[in-house]
């Protein structure tokens, strides 16, 4: 069964530091999303792409995030520098259709970042 | 503005004791609604969603839900707890105003007890 692919599964870095995260998703999925979970809350969206554009970035913190899928399948989430408040789970997801349908998002394992 | 409410962060059931996870949405359209499943340190898992067919969803691992436009909710049951069900379970709400975009709950952390 085809899964959303991310790597790495845990990250431990220091403030300042840049820290990059990746995400292969379902093969043929069109529509990719990045969310970051604090603990104990529902995931928040971050960036959502349909294929190679950015469909809503409007809860990205573009001052230290960036997000690109440049070819339109996987995609790297960037922050630089890290923050302490950064501390959290980063899960990408994918589903099939573009973002004006109704479609399952289908979510990788996460990467769980860690800012000392 | 689409939003989802999860009554009760913790839940403790006994093991065989009937599970019930409630779940509270609002949207002003006629929305989709799904409820994943979190294990430790892991991805969502989807167990199931609703998305304006059958009103009673069958999920996996024996889950099922109910949609109930009048009460604007969506609870998750499952007849018998096992233990294996212990996790972290999120409601997630999106119409077609939103596009694609997903709003969670802020989730039920499940205990189950032997």
């Known amino acids: 069964e085809a899964e959303v692919a991310q790597s790495p599964r845990y990250k431990i870095t220091e403030k300042s530091q840049a820290v990059a995260f990746w995400c292969d998703p379902i093969s043929g999925h069109a529509t990719l999303y990045w969310y970051r979970q604090i603990l104990g809350q529902g995931p928040e969206l971050l960036v959502q792409f349909q294929d190679e554009s950015v469909v809503d970035d409007s809860q990205l913190p573009k001052d230290r995030f960036s997000a690109e899928r440049l070819k339109g399948v996987d995609s790297t989430l960037k922050i630089q520098p890290a923050e302490l408040g950064d501390s959290a789970m980063y899960l990408c997801?994918?589903?099939?259709?573009?973002?004006?349908?109704?479609?399952?998002?289908?979510f990788g394992p996460g990467t769980r970042l860690l800012v000392l | 503005a689409q939003s989802v409410t999860q009554l009760g962060s913790h839940v403790s059931v006994s093991e065989g004791a009937l599970v019930l996870l409630r779940c509270n949405y609002s949207s002003s359209v006629p929305p989709y609604l799904f409820w994943y499943v979190q294990y430790p340190n892991q991805g969502l898992q989807l167990l199931l969603k609703?998305?304006?067919?059958?009103?009673l969803v069958k999920g996996i691992n024996g889950f099922e839900a109910e949609f109930k436009k009048s009460e604007t909710s969506f609870h998750l049951t499952k007849p018998s707890a096992h233990m294996s069900d212990a996790a972290e379970y999120f409601c997630?709400?999106?119409?077609?105003?939103?596009?694609?975009?997903?709003?969670f709950g802020t989730g039920t952390s499940l205990t189950v007890i032997p």
């Open positions: 997801a994918s589903s099939l259709v573009g973002w004006d349908r109704q479609e399952t998002q289908y």
């Open positions: 609703y998305t304006s067919a059958a009103t």
């Open positions: 997630a709400v999106s119409d077609m105003d939103t596009g694609n975009q997903f709003y």
